[in-house]
């Protein structure tokens, strides 16, 4: 065919596709009976002789009007909308035109990004919170394993959960074209649960679906949900994902509720909630010890324990090596129970183990977060910045906007010397962890984080002013303190950040490998101060 032919070609099928032709056929049907009525009846009405004319041309001139007004705008489900541009597969190739949607489920086009609300509780005692948040968190973990489309995480989206922010306000500051939303309810043993998809361009339902049944039949309602929505988005969901919900799932409800419960207050990421959570997991163990997950959330807890120096080794290294070892064993393709374990060997000092419990983790799920994270802070607190760089950016791209991850590869990159490449994500990173801190205005660790990079960035005043609103805000907490010192240690004050770093190692916290290595503590690396404390925390 050639260049002409093949041209026009694509031409007339854009013109199909927002059913221009269609319009316009319709338009001088409709011109066409208009004429023949005036022909009839202008007469006896007496009218003047040009009042035909002038119709006739009045017709004539709103030929190309409507030819534009159709080119624009379409008439789908009810409303008038404004057609979507013709979508393109590499220079010039024109997709396949999309079947019409029907007007009681219209499927999203052009829909990239989405974000996943916690699910609002309407059950009689409002005691069911914390599975409102799980379904919501499956449902996010799920989605993300959906090729092309980005899903807003956790911390973003369920800043939203009283549900009294307009749907558009929520797509306009979280940069998403649609949210998923619902409602539990929960009498007895029995479960409805109502899920909607809302565009957040014009706030309409695309999709929507209640689901009543059993408390045991919830994996597979989330599983509903979770190819409900990809189908809606004219997405394919994995066929790994798809089956994750029933190939994990535990023998009981009292054990899912008990991981739940462990797995929020992991994610509270304070020191209270991270004392918490181990028991939470051992009650999940006890009502179902065949529960992979629950062992692998137990490792990866006490992990966290040791890390942070809430616990000694001792008092929990066995504990948290046999949870380990038999996730993996009830569960060996569990990229979770392979985190646990990558934490539990770098704790002891196998780096080597430790490298391949990650590399297994993110072989097996590549869009675990947490595997390419927490693999980035073992090579970093070991000195290799380079593969923590990289790593750190990978884990980025799983959740694209988690803004401290960026932060962290900017000292990575600081430490090999590519100070050209971290200018480059450090204002990238500014920008977003600003953006998200108007978000979430409670988050210390954005205000912190920002505030390291505007110092870097030669925006001192800008960055100080961040660093002591973060001190104000979590004046006790060791992760401020620590990052507020960092702040201080990159502006050449050493020994304010000394005096910080002092203050946060007394309250218990302090990974000495991580300090040792941390590129922003350059300036007092040397320091008797700081050689003394990193000798009391080993």
């Not at 007339?12 to 009839?40: F, K, N, T």
């Not at 705008?73 to 079947?99: E, F």
């Not at 999709?207 to 988005?233: C, H, N, P, T, Y």
């Not at 004219?234 to 790994?240: N, R």
Request: aromatic share 8%; hydrophobic share 45%; net charge negative.
């Amino acid at each position: 065919m050639s260049a002409w032919s093949s041209k026009f070609m694509r031409q007339l099928d854009e013109l199909r596709r927002r059913r221009v032709i269609r319009a316009m056929l319709a338009y001088l049907v409709a011109g066409w009976l208009l004429l023949q009525i005036a022909d009839v009846t202008f007469a006896p009405l007496g009218a003047p002789a040009w009042a035909q004319r002038a119709l006739i041309i009045a017709v004539a001139a709103g030929l190309l009007p409507a030819f534009v007004l159709a080119w624009i705008y379409d008439l789908r489900a009810g409303r008038i909308v404004r057609t979507a541009p013709m979508s393109l597969d590499g220079p010039g190739a024109v997709l396949a035109r999309p079947p019409e949607p029907p007007a009681a489920a219209a499927p999203m086009s052009n829909v990239a990004s989405i974000a996943v609300l916690p699910f609002a509780d309407l059950s009689q005692a409002r005691d069911q919170d914390w599975f409102c948040d799980g379904l919501a968190e499956e449902i996010i973990d799920s989605l993300c394993c959906v090729r092309g489309l980005r899903v807003a995480s956790r911390t973003a989206s369920f800043r939203f959960r009283d549900g009294s922010v307009d749907p558009r306000e929520i797509g306009r500051l979280l940069s998403v074209d649609a949210i998923l939303e619902g409602s539990v309810r929960k009498a007895g043993d029995r479960l409805k649960i109502v899920a909607q998809l809302v565009d957040t361009t014009d706030g309409y339902h695309l999709w929507s679906e209640s689901f009543e049944r059993g408390m045991e039949d919830v994996f597979a309602i989330q599983a509903e949900i979770a190819k409900s929505v990809a189908a809606a988005l004219k997405l394919s969901l994995s066929g790994s994902a798809a089956g994750r919900f029933q190939r994990y799932a535990p023998g009981n409800m009292e054990a899912y509720e008990f991981y739940l419960r462990g797995r929020k207050l992991g994610g509270a990421t304070t020191a209270n909630a991270w004392q918490e959570a181990p028991r939470m997991f051992r009650r999940a163990i006890e009502h179902d010890p065949n529960y992979a997950q629950a062992h692998a959330g137990l490792a990866d807890s006490l992990a966290q324990q040791i890390l942070w120096r809430f616990q000694t080794p001792e008092a929990v290294l066995p504990e948290a090596t046999t949870a380990a070892a038999r996730a993996l064993e009830l569960a060996p393709d569990l990229a979770e129970a392979h985190v646990a374990q990558g934490h539990l060997r770098s704790i002891a000092g196998d780096h080597a183990g430790a490298v391949a419990g990650f590399e297994r983790a993110v072989a097996l799920n590549p869009d675990l977060h947490e595997a390419w994270y927490y693999y980035a802070r073992h090579c970093y607190a070991h000195g290799d910045y380079a593969r923590a760089a990289d790593l750190f950016e990978a884990a980025f791209r799983t959740r694209p906007d988690e803004y401290p991850v960026l932060a962290l590869e900017v000292g990575a990159l600081d430490a090999v010397g590519d100070h050209a490449r971290a200018d480059a994500v450090a204002k990238r990173a500014v920008v977003g962890l600003l953006h998200q801190s108007e978000l979430e205005p409670d988050n210390v660790r954005l205000v912190y984080m920002a505030a390291g990079l505007q110092q870097r960035l030669g925006h001192a005043e800008a960055g100080r002013a961040l660093a002591e609103k973060a001190l104000a805000m979590r004046p006790n907490e060791f992760a401020t303190l620590y990052n507020v010192a960092c702040f201080y240690s990159l502006s050449g004050d050493c020994e304010r950040a000394l005096d910080l770093l002092e203050q946060a190692i007394r309250l218990g916290g302090g990974y000495a490998d991580w300090m040792e290595h941390d590129s922003d503590l350059k300036a007092v690396r040397e320091h008797p101060r700081f050689r003394q404390l990193i000798a009391d925390l080993k």
